[in-house]
Structures are given as structure tokens and as C-alpha cells.
């Protein structure tokens, strides 16, 4: 499964990268507002930091804006992800950007409905929101499975499920159960991968038996 950081905070890009674990980025409008920083400044520099695909979101509605939008998003980088909203003109703009070999995610998606139409419009990614479904009393996770079931009828669909909209590690390893290929994870999200009570409590147990020995190694 490959792991992406839903950040566009390139403080934590660059440690997340540094651990090797990192697989590329999304963003979208509301993280770079909270960045406070011009998009194609931001997407520059996570795109020097990391190697795999780095999605950015254009903000225009209408088709061919999208494509201009794209146009100007493609040029920062060669690893820029082209992220479009699930609408009508979002798809029609997926489907050329497709045939031209540009790599897109098609965002928003919160029904199996729509992840089939994004599919069809060649979408290099989809991005089902489970924790916003989960918001609203609905199953997040259900429409994962729904996905991985639909796509997995059809080899020739060669889009991949990233999930997105993670809240927690449990969405995480339900996800990788499901075998969805990508989520996309906050920071904060992949911080608690790392820690159990029992790693610390076992971690301290060994370093104190350790101390007894007087021993150093090397
Ligand atoms: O980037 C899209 C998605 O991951 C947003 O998550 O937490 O704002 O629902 P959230």
C-alpha cells in the first residue's frame, strides 16, 4: 500500500520523506489556504522534496478553465497530479487529460457511482472521503469495499482507490484490508502508526535490564 501525507505544511513533507516511508502528497484548496502560501510556490517545493506524485487542485468550475488550470499546474513539475472535483465538467477535463498522459485524481467522491465514473474518464486516482461519509452517519469504509469490489470486476479500469479523508489509524489498516492501493493520510494520522502502549513499556523494560549488564556494544 502506498502511503501519502494529505498536508501542503513542507515541514512535515521534508521529515515525513526523511523516514522513507512517504510515497507522494496530496493537497487541496483548504490545506493550501492554511499554508498561506501561493500554490505553485508550495507545490515546487514539495515536488523538490518528493519524488512521487504530488496532487494539486485546480479551482476553476468550468472545463477548459480546469484545463488551463492544469496547464499551469503540469509545468511545475514532472510528478504534479492534476486534482479535479467530481463533477461533470471535472470528469470532462479527466477524460482529456488522460488521452494527453497526464496523471489525474479525481477528488470528492462519495458514492460508488461516481468512483465507476471517474474510472471511465480515465482517472489515474480516485479519492473516496471516508471520514467525511463517517461524519454524516454513513459507513466511510463501505464505499471502499464497494470500490475495490466494482474496479476489481473490471481489470481493464486501471485507476487506483486512494483513500482519503482519514481520521484515524483504524481507517488506515481497514483500508489495507480492503486492499485499496494509496491513502492518503494527515501528518498527525501517521504520527499514531508508530505507537503502542506495549512497545514503550516493553522498549523501557529492556533498556533498564540493559543497564544492569554494564555492558556498551561496539
Ligand atoms: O484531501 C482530501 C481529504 O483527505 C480531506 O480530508 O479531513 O478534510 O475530510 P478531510
Keep these: 500500500m502506498k502511503f501519502f501525507v494529505d498536508t501542503a505544511d ?3 513533507i521534508r521529515d515525513l520523506a526523511a523516514t522513507g516511508l512517504l510515497d507522494g ?3 487541496n484548496p483548504s490545506l493550501i489556504a492554511k499554508s498561506g502560501r501561493k500554490i505553485q510556490d508550495v507545490i515546487a517545493e514539495i515536488c523538490a522534496i518528493v519524488e512521487g506524485p504530488v496532487s494539486a487542485e485546480v479551482a476553476a468550475t468550468e472545463y477548459q ?22 463533477t461533470p465538467d471535472g470528469l470532462r477535463a479527466c477524460h482529456i487529460l488522460s488521452k494527453q498522459g497526464t496523471l489525474t485524481n479525481v477528488t470528492l467522491c462519495f458514492s460508488a457511482a461516481q468512483a465507476l465514473l471517474a474510472a471511465k474518464a480515465g482517472a ?5 472521503f471516508v471520514g467525511r461519509l463517517d461524519d454524516i452517519g454513513q459507513d466511510g469504509m463501505e464505499l471502499i469495499a464497494d470500490i475495490v469490489q466494482i474496479y476489481g470486476n ?3 479500469l ?8 482519514i481520521r484515524h489509524p483504524i481507517h488506515l489498516i481497514q483500508a489495507a484490508k480492503l486492499g485499496a492501493h494509496v491513502a492518503t493520510i494527515p501528518p498527525n494520522v501517521i504520527k499514531q502508526l508508530y505507537h503502542h502502549p ?7 523494560h529492556f533498556l533498564a535490564d ?5 555492558q556498551s556494544i561496539g
Excluded at 489515474?124 to 473516496?128: G, R
Excluded at 486501471?158 to 479523508?165: C, D, F, K, P, Q
Excluded at 506495549?198 to 523501557?204: I, R, S, V
Aim: hydrophobic share 50%; net charge positive.
Design 154 to 156: 473490471y481489470p481493464h
Design 65 to 86: 478553465a480546469m484545463l488551463r488550470e492544469a496547464a499551469v499546474l503540469s509545468a511545475i513539475a514532472p510528478n504534479v497530479v492534476i486534482k479535479l472535483p467530481l
Design 210 to 214: 540493559w543497564a544492569k549488564t554494564g
Design 198 to 204: 506495549l512497545t514503550d513499556k516493553g522498549l523501557a
Design 124 to 128: 489515474s486516482f480516485i479519492s473516496p
Design 25 to 27: 502528497v496530496t493537497t
Design 158 to 165: 486501471r485507476t487506483e482507490i486512494l483513500v482519503a479523508s
Design 10 to 12: 513542507v515541514t512535515e
